[in-house]
């Protein structure tokens, strides 16, 4: 009796699973997965760079153009902090020439901050002040001027 319908199928080596090899294949994927989560997690953990050491006064340019100049207290995986801040505020001199003065966000700002933290996906470019700069003397004389609150 030739019953197509009810022939029993053909099975043939390539096709065939030999038993354990599914359970050999599900675990070698499984482990491959987990490892590339730690791996992507790892990444992720770690700060993303290292612009210097901690401790030294840093210029943090952000995404909307505002500078900040600040020691650096901590790098984290997604921000930056930084103490003893100050930007530089631009204005006009009684007899009308342009001027700049560096303002410290803690004695300054109405709230007076003691530390800022900046999201990192929010910084465009973080640098060194040098301690022989034009910034790094004007940050001195205002040290000098008056004591912090």
Known sequence: MNDPVHAAPIVTSSTAMRPGLGLLLGAIATAALV????????QQAGAPF?????GVRYAVQLQNGQMFYGVLREIGARHVQMEDVYYVQP???PDGRQ???VVNRQKNDWHGPQVL??????VVT????GATSQLAKLIEQDKAAAPAR
């Open 91 to 93: 204005f006009t001199q």
């Open 35 to 42: 490892a590339l989560a730690v791996f992507t997690w790892r």
């Open 50 to 54: 290292a612009p210097g050491p901690l």
């Open 126 to 129: 973080i640098e060194t002040v």
């Open 99 to 101: 001027g700049n003065r």
């Open 117 to 122: 933290t900046v999201p990192l996906d929010k």
